[in-house]
Nanobody, 122 residues
Framework: QVQLVESGGDSVQAGGSLRLSCTASAYTYCMGWFRQAPGKEREKIATITTNSGLSTYAADSVKGRFTISREIAKRTVYLQMSRLIPEDTAMYYC?????????????????WGQGTQVSVSS
């Protein structure tokens, strides 16, 4: 079973930046980032294919501010977050699977990390 380990969450002021990292214990076809704020449903942020680096952004609210990237040799995916706003406050989760399109779907075999907290104050 592949394991994912996230890091990089922190408390920052609005306008600041953070970079989240997620390292997989073995190769996976697709990795992505999700977030869940208290009382809200989980939101898909972005996915990236490990080999080709094809990225897709699912959340309009982060386009232009967040960038997903990967480092193949380290089996690591990053989420560079800039111009953070209080609405970005959430637990951020890394996920991995065999399909970027279906990654995060409840009936899909996703692998999840433990989550890393991002808090943005105004």
């Amino acid at each position: 079973q592949v394991q994912l380990v996230e890091s990089g969450g922190d408390s920052v002021q609005a306008g600041g930046s953070l970079r989240l990292s997620c390292t997989a214990s073995a190769y996976t076809y697709c990795m992505g980032w999700f977030r869940q704020a208290p009382g809200k449903e989980r939101e898909k942020i972005a996915t990236i294919t490990t080999n080709s680096g094809l990225s897709t952004y699912a959340a309009d609210s982060v386009k232009g501010r967040f960038t997903i990237s990967r480092e193949i040799a380290k089996r690591t995916v990053y989420l560079q977050m800039s111009r953070l706003i209080p609405e970005d406050t959430a637990m951020y989760y890394c996920a991995a699977g065999d399909s970027c399109t279906r990654l995060g779907d409840r009936d899909f075999a996703n692998i999840w990390g433990q989550g890393t907290q991002v808090s943005v104050s105004s």
